[in-house]
């Protein structure tokens, strides 16, 4: 059966956990294979590698903090290593510190703008050195990188709201060479990062429309439909999958 990533190599950062192994192994299913980073999840990342293999796909797991430029371009390189080019980049490698704002200590302000855009910047721009034609680099941004609810978000949401230009910004130097640049925008998703259970769950379930938590595989269907030949006319957008939270 024909599947619509076959022969694409696609690498998606913080893909141990969470969001970003549903992506994983979605591409893997769409017929990609996938280089996934982590930092400390070596198991978890071990483990979401045997499962796409299982599957009959083919995928690596590179250890890299996004925070550390030389890990980020290194993840870059070795996946071009192991499979010889890169079609799809997906940065979802992302911290939150809930807190408010004013009790934020400058260690944790510099965790969030290190880890959620410039690692984000760096990685992409280690794999535009070697994305041709049809290429594909999709940010994970967040619903509240464009409307906040909610106090105890404001650096993070900041960071959200610079990957939204920086998607925008970008798509307009790429799109000649046939490279488009998207930002996916999830509201709230019940992973490690933002358990449905829980009081902080309480107002962000209430504020969507759909009166629930969005799982990881809804996210990832919405990657995998960018990341894939028919998205071919989408570029600069932000996409949000939110449950209606931001309506
Ligand atoms: P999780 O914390 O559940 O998973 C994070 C994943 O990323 C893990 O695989 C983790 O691996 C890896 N990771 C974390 N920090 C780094 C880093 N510095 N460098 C490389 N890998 C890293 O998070 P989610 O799946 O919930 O979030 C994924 C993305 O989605 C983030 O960008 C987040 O901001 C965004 N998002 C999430 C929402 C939600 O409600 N869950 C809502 C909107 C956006 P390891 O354990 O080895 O560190």
Avoid at 45 to 66: L, P, T
Avoid at 209 to 236: H, N
Wanted: aromatic share 4%; charged share 20%.
């Amino acid at each position: 059966m024909f599947k619509k990533l076959e022969g694409k190599i696609a690498l998606i950062t913080g893909g141990s956990r969470g969001i970003g192994a549903a992506i994983a192994k979605r591409l893997a299913a769409d017929g990609a294979n996938v280089a996934i980073t982590y930092t400390k999840g070596a198991d978890a990342a071990a483990s979401v590698v045997k499962e796409i293999e299982r599957a009959g796909g083919r995928a690596i797991a590179i250890q890299a903090d996004a925070a550390d430029a030389d890990a980020s371009k290194a993840a870059v390189e070795k996946t071009v290593a192991a499979f010889g080019r890169l079609d799809v980049l997906v940065n979802n490698a992302g911290t939150a510190i809930p807190k408010s704002f004013e009790e934020t200590t400058l260690k944790e302000l510099d965790r969030l703008i290190d880890v959620n855009v410039r690692g984000t910047m760096v990685a992409t721009q280690a794999a535009l050195k070697h994305m041709k034609n049809g290429g594909r680099i999709i940010m994970i941004g967040s619903s509240v990188g464009e409307r906040v609810g909610v106090p105890g978000l404001v650096p993070y949401s900041a960071t959200k709201g610079a990957v939204k230009m920086f998607t925008q910004g970008l798509s307009r130097e790429v799109g000649s060479r046939g490279i488009t640049v998207n930002n996916v925008q999830p509201g709230p998703i019940d992973t490690d990062l933002n358990p449905a259970k829980g009081d902080w769950a309480v107002p962000q379930k209430a504020a969507t429309a759909l009166d629930r938590y969005g799982q990881v595989d809804e996210v990832a269907a919405l990657v995998a439909f960018v990341a894939g030949p028919e998205s071919s006319y989408i570029t600069g957008a932000n996409l949000t999958v939110d449950g209606g939270m931001n309506a």
